[in-house]
């Protein structure tokens, strides 16, 4: 984790806002790579596909019957996946627009949607408290980078039934909300207040008790550190490898609804938007609130995704159940 380099700054300048979405929108990804292309789900079931420089939406993806909740997006962004109040996850094709896949299984909304690496495997976290994983190449070799505890899964995985989960995780005792998948772990946070690392490579599972519905869960980049949204009004800071709390960050509103916080920039702040629609940032190190304090309301409704660009030092967007997505850059 990069350490702080400075005052931190955040971009709050408003650079774009995106309008098409008829009612709430639930979450805004980036694209991978360079990030000029963004995502969006709302309530009104579909995926929108938005150009922020020009201020224009590309296409719309509609095949969900409920509402979008959650979007993944794959490494070379040739497909993403989604998932929502259908309990079936859609997997999309972005050139045609059209679901590849639908993979159902889940007894109530799915929450959580997210690839692994070279995206082989989907990982989908539901209302029903279960986390359940899915081969998208229909094989039986091990796969990578899935060493060796998802790989033996996959080898036991039987052809005849393609479509079923390679394997259900049911340790969560109530709803699943968000998820990570990288190359060495599964993370899963819930409203029972536990946050569950899977180590993929060991095979063995680590359970860390915040006590509050955790609606977020962002590691860092070098995964040494989780940052955990609750619904507490509070954003903590914990070391993955031991669950040691470092830090904890307050002032917000949220107590209701699922937000997301995120890291700024070299992840030298935190920032998370709000239920009142102000977005809130600190310092990482001091966990001091950054100016404006308090910051500004820049929605009219919950903020119920903030994510930075992945390269862009100065650039970030939010979306909001007032059914706008903002782009955001420095002054």
């Known amino acids: 984790m990069a350490p702080s380099r400075g005052p931190p700054t955040l971009a709050?300048?408003?650079?774009?806002?995106?309008?098409?979405?008829?009612?709430?929108?639930h979450v805004v990804r980036y694209a991978k790579g360079s990030a000029k292309y963004i995502l969006s789900g709302g309530q009104d079931r579909t995926v929108r596909l938005w150009n922020p420089d020009t201020s224009t939406e590309i296409k719309s993806f509609e095949a969900h019957g409920y509402e979008v909740l959650s979007i993944s997006v794959s490494h070379d962004n040739a497909k993403f996946a989604s998932s929502g109040g259908d309990r079936s996850v859609?997997?999309?094709?972005?050139?045609?627009?059209?679901?590849?896949?639908r993979l159902a299984g889940h007894m109530g909304k799915v929450h959580a949607v997210e690839f692994n690496t070279d995206a082989s495997v989907l990982a989908s976290g539901s209302y029903d408290a279960t986390v359940r994983l899915w081969d998208l190449r229909y094989v039986t070799l091990p796969l990578r980078p899935f060493p060796p505890y998802v790989a033996e899964m996959l080898t036991h995985a039987p052809r005849s039934q393609p479509r079923a989960p390679i394997q259900i995780l049911e340790e969560a005792r109530d709803a699943v909300q968000t998820l990570h998948v990288d190359g060495t772990s599964i993370i899963v946070g819930s409203v029972d207040g536990y946050v569950r690392v899977y180590d993929l490579r060991k095979g063995e599972l680590r359970a860390d008790f915040v006590g509050q519905p955790v609606t977020s869960v962002v590691p860092s980049a070098d995964a040494t550190t989780l940052l955990v949204a609750t619904l507490d009004s509070h954003v903590r800071l914990f070391d993955a490898v031991t669950g040691k709390l470092l830090n904890a960050f307050t002032g917000h509103a949220h107590t209701s609804y699922r937000c997301r916080a995120c890291f700024g920039h070299e992840e030298a702040s935190v920032v998370c938007?709000?239920?009142?629609?102000?977005?809130w940032a600190w310092d990482l190190v001091d966990a001091a609130v950054l100016q404006p304090n308090p910051p500004p309301k820049v929605h009219n409704k919950v903020i119920t995704w903030t994510e930075h660009h992945p390269s862009d030092v100065g650039e970030m967007v939010t979306a909001s159940a007032d059914g706008t997505i903002k782009v955001w850059k420095q002054t």
Do not use: I
């Not at 999309?92 to 590849?100: C, F, P, S």
């Not at 938007?273 to 977005?279: A, I, M, P, R, Y």
């Open 273 to 279: 938007g709000d239920e009142n629609g102000q977005v």
């Open 12 to 25: 709050r300048k408003l650079y774009t806002s995106l309008t098409g979405h008829r009612g709430p929108v």
């Open 90 to 101: 859609f997997v999309w094709d972005v050139a045609t627009g059209v679901t590849t896949r």
